[in-house]
């Protein structure tokens, strides 16, 4: 895949992760005004329940962040589209569904399959 196409893969998957995580973030914050307001008594474990699925997906948000970082890192550095593990190529059909792969598909599934190494 040459760098220019890469590049804009990987901006337009920075800008849509990170508009997810304001919109979560957002939405935690109004979840958290709306939870310290009188009203209807509720169930008060909801709100905690809430939080930490809100802060789960939140995590998840970030590391994607930073996987997209070591995508843009590997960019620079000229390395990317090859595997972080064997230096194999990822084939642009697999970097354009995923431009922050790291792995090959296959050791990805191997990865996966062995609950070894995480498949990135």
Do not use: F
């Amino acid at each position: 895949m040459d760098k220019e196409r890469a590049g804009a893969l990987l901006e337009a998957e920075r800008a849509r992760v990170e508009q997810l995580l304001a919109e979560l973030t957002a939405a935690a914050e109004a979840d958290e005004v709306a939870a310290g307001e009188d009203g209807d008594m509720a169930d008060p474990a909801e709100p905690l329940t809430s939080a930490e699925g809100a802060e789960a997906v939140a995590a998840g948000l970030r590391d994607r962040l930073a996987a997209i970082a070591r995508a843009e890192a590997r960019l620079a550095a000229g390395t990317y589209g090859r595997s972080v593990e064997s230096g194999q190529p990822i084939p642009d059909d697999r970097l354009a569904a995923d431009p922050a792969a790291e792995l090959t598909l296959e050791e990805a599934e191997r990865a996966e399959a062995g609950g070894g190494r995480l498949a990135r």
